[in-house]
């Protein structure tokens, strides 16, 4: 593994939130962690992220790894545009000409090309989504840290923002968690699957979604094996 998490117990004001987690993530890969909601998802983030020192345990292989959000809230600047909420970050690790080039494609691959001089404010909810995750995309970093990025949006508006990712993860692939406590989000998304108990959160089972990406769809047979294992860990049966 690339990345490794071992024996990680980490507590926020005295609590409890994660209690002896290990967990191996791939280079290159999607690892999708679901888990009921308060069960430490965001404290592994966290974690993971080096934002927080577990109390005890062992993170390796993050030495010079630099990282990247995407919140369920898409933060934006609201006093800058589309383009100079991408080139924001990107000019303090590049020139202003490579930055502008790179957050120009990024709003290209997510559709909001012809959004680029428009203030948050401006856009619809789908599309302040949409330039939260080109923008996670665009900083170079070697691993996205996605927080319930799909979340709190209508059925038609979340296939439209995991396509966008899907379409992002071609145009660069990235080293990508994903938290979230939907069963169908994480058989779409996920190279592999990670389930937590209620917090303080253990992994309650972990493996890999074989169905070829082109087959997936929300409900599709190509998905159901895997949503099928995901509900039942979910909801504690065998």
Known sequence: MAYELESIRASYGGALALDGLTLGLEEGSVTVVLGPSGCGKTTLLNVIAGLKAPDSGARRGFEGCRFSYAFQDPRLLPWKSCLGNMTFALEGVMGKKPALARAERFLESAGLAEAAR???????????????LARAFAYPSDMLLLDE??????????MELMDVFLALMREERRTVVCVTHDVEEAAYLADRAVVLSPGPARIVDSFAVSAPRPERALGSAATMEAQARLYRLALGSS
Do not use: T
Request: zero cysteines.
């Open 118 to 132: 428009r203030r948050p404010a401006e856009l619809s909810g789908g599309m302040g989504r949409r330039l939260s």
């Open 149 to 158: 990025a799909f979340q709190a949006v209508d059925l038609r508006m979340k």
